[in-house]
């Protein structure tokens, strides 16, 4: 044997040396793998069972007719209409809704009214306070501040006032 060595030759004992080796080697890494492969076949099957169970109930349902469900939605929503219809029906028999666009409008007229009002207190204010400070002397200081605190509270009235009518001509 051991001539067989020098020359480079591989007796059959050898390679039988070797592939028990290596199938002893695959073996243990069979053996290793095999709770692996358990474990992944056991979860499948768990899995499979599962959707087995939800699909059996999903084909046990009656299927959705869709024009019936629509049908249905639209004779609630017609339902709740007419309740509705029915209420302002009631309030416009008796006129209450028309008294209460009468109070809106009257709210309206006193508000631009009011500002109106505002508006003609604050210049002649302004007027007021000018003559006061014409007649006083070293007053023109104050005087230019104080005017230009009431401009502002006048132009204020006016956008008010231009907003309300505004809104009540947006109609």
């Known amino acids: 044997m051991a001539d067989d060595t020098v020359t480079g030759e591989v007796t059959l004992e050898d390679k039988i040396e070797r592939v028990r080796k290596q199938s002893f080697g695959q073996l243990w890494i069979g053996i290793g793998f095999l709770p692996v492969l358990l474990l ?54 008796d006129k209450s809704i028309f008294t209460v666009n009468e109070k809106f409008e009257i709210i309206y007229d006193l508000s631009t009214e009011s500002e109106e009002q505002y508006t003609g207190l604050l210049k002649t204010y302004q007027v007021m306070v000018y003559e006061t400070a014409s007649r006083v002397r070293g007053s023109g200081e104050w005087y230019y501040y ?11 009235a006016k956008n008010r006032e231009q907003e309300l009518k505004q809104y009540f001509s947006q109609d």
């Open 40 to 93: 992944v076949f056991v979860t499948g099957l768990v899995l499979l069972a599962n959707a087995h169970k939800t699909t059996i109930n999903m084909t046990a349902e009656k299927p959705e007719n869709r024009v019936e469900v629509f049908r249905s939605k639209v004779d609630g929503v017609k339902t709740q209409a007419e309740k509705q219809y029915a209420k302002y029906l009631s309030k416009m028999d």
């Open 146 to 156: 104080y005017r230009q605190k009431i401009d502002r509270l006048v132009n204020t």
